[in-house]
């Protein structure tokens, strides 16, 4: 993964890379209510919503650096009965916030597909 963001200071450099944002950001789906990545719907499900999990692979959170923008986009799961715009208009704030908080950085674009519905 490529870096994001460099940070040079007096003691040395700091890099910020891909796969830190990334990890910023399967925590902050975890405190959501309702929202899931596929490997935490995995985690959590039995039987057939196990099997929709196991649909797809990977963490669900894929971080690029396009011509100076910042973007981030999820492919998570729903839980059933959840207001879904609600969730993922919540999350993407949250996300910018964390990111910004944590990192120093800002996004430019965050993009949200429900990939399933998990019990």
Do not use: H
Not at 4 to 26: H, M, V
Not at 33 to 53: D, F, I, M, S, V
Not at 69 to 89: C, E, H, R, T
């Amino acid at each position: 993964m490529a870096e994001l963001k460099r940070i040079s200071g007096t003691l040395g450099e700091i890099f910020i890379s891909e796969k830190a944002i990334a990890q910023i950001c399967a925590k902050v789906i975890s405190e959501q209510e309702g929202l899931r990545t596929p490997k935490q719907a995995r985690e959590g499900t039995k039987g057939l919503w196990n099997t929709l999990a196991n649909a797809v692979k990977g963490n669900g959170v894929e971080v690029t650096k396009e011509k100076n923008k910042f973007v981030i986009k999820l492919s998570l799961f729903a839980k059933y009965g959840v207001q879904i715009n609600d969730a993922a208009q919540k999350a993407i704030r949250e996300i910018k916030d964390r990111v910004k908080e944590l990192a120093a950085l800002e996004v430019d674009e965050v993009s949200v597909e429900i990939s399933g519905i998990v019990k």
